[in-house]
């Protein structure tokens, strides 16, 4: 799909540029003097103008074509200066082209196909690699082209001969008109003179002799004459192959022919019929005769097969019931698996130390704060009794204390 869409991208002579590449390529390799250097040395035939050129209207012989493309790339490159060993017919291809592309970009050339595409030993792949190493041989040959000389013409000349021509043509119109008068006239004078012919001779014709006419000539030297000039006499008609009546002939000979053989072959063919219809009755009687004594291993054979169908289905069924409780016992086994897991995650929960240690240490550690708290409790309650003790005794004393002293009294 993509090479159709490159195709149409250049356009729709692109399919036939690599004919005009072979005809360029054929003209090249004619002035390397690949005939004497290549075909000669090989002992091959001279290419066609075509013959890279691939065409569903061109025969094709791909391992001859990719043979021929390998001799003449490696001459090609070793004209080109490179040294390059000639492939064999038995090399592996795939090396072959590799080694022949990688010498071509050597040379500066473009390579944006596939190797894949010069194995078939046709196309305008082929035909590309080709013309360009025959440039680069070109190139090492310092082979220049030249500008074709033309032969100078006088122009004067030419114009006066075509003046020419338009009058002559123009004369054998004008005859060509004229003509049919003419063609009549004579054909009217040709009919008079035919006329006048004939009555001349009915004529002379009409005029007898006055004397009977005798011959003088000899009876013997008539009949040697004869045999002399009967030779020549004799006509021979060359026959045509493609004549009807040739055909016909053919056709009424091959007629009789058959009917000839016919007859012969009718016998035999009757024969051999009846040979046959006698063996083919007595197969027909054997069969029958094997059909009765086989009866009953065939029915045997009806009830085995009949049974065997049965232990089929009956296979059949158990082999689902088996699957389905192979189904079950993988669930089951499944969620023992999860059980057995978590057993021993609790198993080993269960065995592990570690919270009993921690419920210890809380323990001491709330025997410490216990212990301190009760010493400050102790502390604020003997601070309390103190209190209470210094307020009653202040209390005491101020019930004691109820004389007071009128200078007291009077200064306050």
Same mark, same amino acid.
């Not at 010498?103 to 080709?130: I, M, N, T, W």
């Not at 016919?262 to 029958?288: F, H, M, P």
């Given at each position: 799909?993509?090479?159709?869409?490159?195709?149409?991208?250049?356009?729709?002579?692109?399919?036939?540029?690599?004919?005009?590449?072979?005809?360029?390529?054929?003209?090249?390799?004619?002035?390397?003097?690949?005939?004497?250097?290549?075909?000669?040395?090989?002992?091959?035939?001279?290419?066609?103008?075509?013959?890279?050129?691939?065409?569903?209207?061109?025969?094709?012989?791909?391992?001859?074509?990719?043979?021929?493309?390998?001799?003449?790339?490696?001459?090609?490159?070793?004209?080109?200066?490179?040294?390059?060993?000639?492939?064999?017919?038995?090399?592996?291809?795939?090396?072959?082209?590799?080694?022949?592309?990688?010498?071509?970009?050597?040379?500066?050339?473009?390579?944006?196909?596939?190797?894949?595409?010069?194995?078939?030993?046709?196309?305008?792949?082929?035909?590309?690699?080709?013309?360009?190493?025959?440039?680069?041989?070109?190139?090492?040959?310092?082979?220049?082209?030249?500008?074709?000389?033309?032969?100078?013409?006088?122009?004067?000349?030419?114009?006066?001969?075509?003046?020419?021509?338009?009058?002559?043509?123009?004369?054998?119109?004008? +005859?060509?008109?004229?003509?049919? /008068?003419?063609?009549? $006239? =004579?054909?009217?004078?040709? &009919? %008079?003179?035919?006329? #006048? *012919?004939?009555?001349?001779?009915?004529?002379?014709?009409?005029?007898?002799?006055?004397?009977?006419?005798?011959?003088?000539?000899?009876?013997?030297?008539?009949?040697?004459?004869?045999?002399?000039?009967?030779?020549?006499?004799?006509?021979?008609?060359?026959?045509?192959?493609?004549?009807?009546?040739?055909?016909?002939?053919?056709?009424?000979?091959?007629?009789?022919?058959?009917?000839?053989?016919?007859? +012969?072959?009718?016998?035999?063919? /009757?024969?051999?019929? $009846? =040979?046959?219809?006698?063996? &083919? %009755?007595?197969?027909? #009687? *054997?069969?029958?005769?094997?059909?009765?004594?086989?009866?009953?291993?065939?029915?045997?054979?009806?009830?085995?097969?009949?049974?065997?169908?049965?232990?089929?289905?009956?296979?059949?069924?158990?082999?689902?019931?088996?699957?389905?409780?192979?189904?079950?016992?993988?669930?089951?086994?499944?969620?023992?698996?999860?059980?057995?897991?978590?057993?021993?995650?609790?198993?080993?929960?269960?065995?592990?130390?570690?919270?009993?240690?921690?419920?210890?240490?809380?323990?001491?550690?709330?025997?410490?704060?216990?212990?301190?708290?009760?010493?400050?409790?102790?502390?604020?309650?003997?601070?309390?009794?103190?209190?209470?003790?210094?307020?009653?005794?202040?209390?005491?004393?101020?019930?004691?204390?109820?004389?007071?002293?009128?200078?007291?009294?009077?200064?306050?």
């Amino acid at each position: 799909q993509a090479e159709e869409d490159w195709d149409d991208e250049r356009g729709p002579g692109a399919a036939y540029q690599m004919f005009v590449v072979m005809e360029d390529l054929l003209d090249k390799l004619k002035l390397l003097d690949y005939e004497e250097e290549v075909l000669a040395k090989h002992n091959m035939k001279a290419l066609s103008r075509h013959y890279f050129a691939s065409s569903a209207y061109m025969p094709s012989n791909p391992g001859e074509q990719f043979f021929m493309f390998t001799i003449i790339a490696s001459w090609l490159i070793n004209a080109a200066g490179r040294p390059f060993e000639q492939p064999q017919e038995y090399d592996d291809p795939n090396a072959t082209v590799s080694n022949i592309l990688s010498q071509l970009r050597a040379f500066g050339g473009l390579v944006d196909f596939p190797p894949s595409k010069l194995k078939a030993g046709s196309g305008e792949h082929v035909c590309y690699v080709l013309d360009r190493l025959a440039e680069e041989a070109l190139k090492e040959r310092v082979f220049s082209w030249r500008r074709p000389n033309y032969p100078t013409e006088e122009m004067e000349e030419e114009s006066v001969m075509e003046d020419d021509a338009e009058l002559t043509l123009s004369k054998v119109e004008e +005859e060509m008109t004229e003509e049919p /008068d003419d063609c009549e $006239e =004579e054909n009217v004078m040709d &009919l %008079e003179a035919l006329k #006048s *012919r004939t009555n001349q001779s009915e004529a002379k014709l009409s005029s007898k002799p006055d004397n009977i006419l005798e011959s003088n000539m000899d009876s013997a030297e008539w009949n040697l004459e004869v045999e002399r000039v009967l030779p020549q006499l004799k006509v021979t008609i060359r026959t045509d192959h493609k004549d009807w009546r040739i055909h016909v002939d053919q056709m009424h000979q091959h007629k009789d022919g058959i009917k000839s053989s016919l007859k +012969e072959a009718k016998g035999y063919l /009757d024969k051999l019929q $009846e =040979e046959i219809g006698k063996t &083919l %009755e007595k197969v027909g #009687s *054997r069969e029958k005769y094997i059909n009765n004594q086989l009866e009953h291993l065939i029915q045997d054979y009806r009830s085995a097969q009949s049974k065997l169908s049965e232990a089929r289905e009956c296979y059949q069924q158990g082999s689902g019931g088996v699957t389905e409780r192979t189904r079950v016992l993988a669930e089951i086994t499944e969620e023992l698996e999860k059980v057995k897991q978590e057993m021993e995650e609790k198993g080993s929960s269960m065995s592990d130390g570690a919270p009993v240690v921690k419920i210890k240490q809380s323990l001491t550690k709330l025997k410490q704060e216990i212990v301190q708290m009760d010493i400050r409790i102790g502390v604020v309650e003997h601070t309390l009794l103190q209190a209470k003790l210094k307020e009653k005794s202040n209390m005491t004393r101020d019930m004691h204390a109820t004389n007071i002293p009128e200078p007291a009294i009077g200064a306050y």
